[in-house]
């Protein structure tokens, strides 16, 4: 099994750029989350979808920021402009089922908006 | 709210000294108990994970987690550390019977001297 997939793993870009990353979760998963990991903050949760379809979004800071699951095998995180403070790594990660089980996450995107 | 709390923000240990991790948490349910390892520059993984039954947890590499109910904890152990044990390590917990919505907390970074 490939795991989580994320691309790009670096993106530099200026402020004001939108920015996207990419995830493909592990196949046959049926939930995917996107965390942002910051030293200040920690790890949060942006966003979640179970089948497809986005049950949780209130960690989704504001509205520059966007997610979709068009199909079970692939979710853009979308930062529209992006801003100096959106600077973190971005992570997704995927479970079988949406209840109480192991999340496996991917290697993330690394961001840097200048 | 949930919230998780790591006591240690850093630990730093020689080779074959024994780690102990705090982990507490803030909730009044049934809970499920995770830890997760971030070795430097890669993604987050799992060590070991508590849904229910026998509240002692063996994991991998050797790492081993107590669930205490009364104490709201779950503290990592390990008898014996290795300099390969070097990394950050997050403790997270989800309410049981809802989605899979991890609460982290703000890790620990281990750092152990040949």
């Known amino acids: 099994d490939a795991g989580v997939i994320q691309s790009p793993r670096h993106e530099v870009t200026e402020m004001g750029q939108e920015v996207t990353l990419r995830c493909k979760p592990i196949?046959?998963?049926?939930?995917l989350f996107w965390y942002r990991q910051t030293m200040m903050r920690g790890l949060e949760l942006l966003i979640y979808?179970?089948?497809?379809?986005?049950?949780?979004d209130s960690g989704m800071p504001e509205d520059r920021f966007s997610a979709k699951m068009p199909n079970a095998s692939f979710s853009t995180l979308k930062i529209q402009p992006s801003e100096p403070r959106d600077s973190a790594v971005y992570f997704c990660?995927?479970?079988?089922?949406?209840?109480?089980?192991?999340?496996?996450f991917g290697p993330g995107t690394r961001l840097t908006v200048l | 709210a949930q919230s998780v709390s790591q006591h240690n923000h850093h630990v730093i240990l020689s080779e074959a000294a024994s780690l102990e991790l705090g982990c507490n948490y803030s909730?009044?349910?049934?809970?499920?108990l995770f830890w997760y390892v971030q070795y430097p520059g890669q993604h987050l993984q799992l060590l070991l994970k508590?849904?229910?039954?026998?509240?002692l947890v063996k994991g991998i590499k050797g790492f081993e987690a107590e669930f205490i109910k009364s104490k709201f904890s779950f503290n990592l152990r390990k008898p014996s550390v290795q300099w390969s044990d070097t990394a950050e390590y997050f403790c997270?917990?989800?309410?049981?019977?809802?989605?899979?919505?991890?609460?982290f907390g703000a890790g620990t970074r281990l750092a152990v001297h040949p």
């Open positions: 990660a995927s479970t079988p089922s949406g209840l109480a089980d192991t999340q496996y």
């Open positions: 196949s046959g998963h049926n939930s």
């Open positions: 979808f179970n089948n497809n379809v986005p049950i949780d």
């Open positions: 909730y009044g349910g049934t809970v499920n």
């Open positions: 508590y849904f229910s039954g026998d509240p």
């Open positions: 997270a917990v989800s309410t049981s019977g809802g989605y899979n919505k991890l609460i």
